[in-house]
Antibody, heavy 119, light 112 residues
Framework: EVHLVESGGVLVQPGGSLRLSCAAS????????MNWVRQAPGKGLEWVAN????????HYVDSVKGRFTISRDNAKSSLYLEMNSLRAEDSAVYYC????????????WGQGTLVTVSS | QSALTQPAAVSGSPGQSITISCTGT??????????VSWYQQHPGKTPKLIIY???NRPSGVSNRFSGSKSGHTASLTISGLQAEDEADYYC???????????FGTGTKVTVL
């Protein structure tokens, strides 16, 4: 069974930094594109970033370019999101999700980790 | 990378069919790729993939859910509406600007 577990979400001050992690199990992690998707409280889903199987291709939503970095460690079956220069509008539950067919088909999601940016 | 446009709310009676639209541009929904997916999210739960690549249903998803695309608009149809279908629904599409993916604004489905 596919299992994704996010961690690292905390309360952080504006301008601060944070690293989110996603531990994967139940599938061959290195075979799949992986994504981060966020959802602010009471709001809709927002795609944040994705990374290809070997980490050589990374894409981001415009609002996080230059501030967030997605990475992966296939040996550890782990996905990461390094978040810098955090803003209040980055406050959200952050989900990691597997892209089943490399077409944006996000078939497996973690339970999410809450990031709150506030002074 | 503007969000795709969905109606805020759609409602129907049990047994009826409803359709949710998802409107984008030539850079996303209307692009040459058929990378459009739909997600169902019940309150307090994680999103669930119900349609991928415009028309395909993952294993285990009811055949009451179907997807289509025409031009810059994708659609999700729920036939034989049931109480358990009451949830939020989001479309998602590949966008050639980035490249990236973009979600729709979300539609709340109410079963009357």
């Amino acid at each position: 069974e596919v299992h994704l577990v996010e961690s690292g979400g905390v309360l952080v001050q504006p301008g601060g930094s944070l690293r989110l992690s996603c531990a994967a199990s139940g599938f061959t992690f290195s075979d799949y594109w992986m994504n981060w998707v966020r959802q602010a409280p009471g709001k809709g889903l927002e795609w944040v970033a994705n990374i290809n199987q070997d980490g050589s291709a990374k894409h981001y939503v415009d609002s996080v370019k230059g501030r967030f970095t997605i990475s992966r460690d296939n040996a550890k079956s782990s996905l990461y999101l390094e978040m810098n220069s955090l803003r209040a509008e980055d406050s959200a539950v952050y989900y990691c999700a597997r892209d089943r067919y490399s077409t944006g088909s996000l078939d497996s999601w973690g339970q999410g980790t809450l990031v709150t940016v506030s002074s | 990378q503007s969000a795709l446009t969905q109606p805020a709310a759609v409602s129907g009676s049990p047994g009826q069919s409803i359709t949710i639209s998802c409107t984008g541009t030539s850079s996303d929904i209307g692009y040459i790729y058929n990378f459009v997916s739909w997600y169902q999210q019940h309150p307090g739960k994680t999103p669930k993939l119900i349609i991928y690549d415009v028309t395909n249903r993952p294993s285990g998803v009811s055949n009451r859910f179907s997807g289509s695309k025409s031009g810059h608009t994708a659609s999700l149809t729920i036939s034989g509406l049931q109480a358990e279908d009451e949830a939020d629904y989001y479309c998602n599409s590949y966008s050639s600007s980035g490249p990236s993916y973009v979600f729709g604004t979300g539609t709340k489905v109410t079963v009357l």
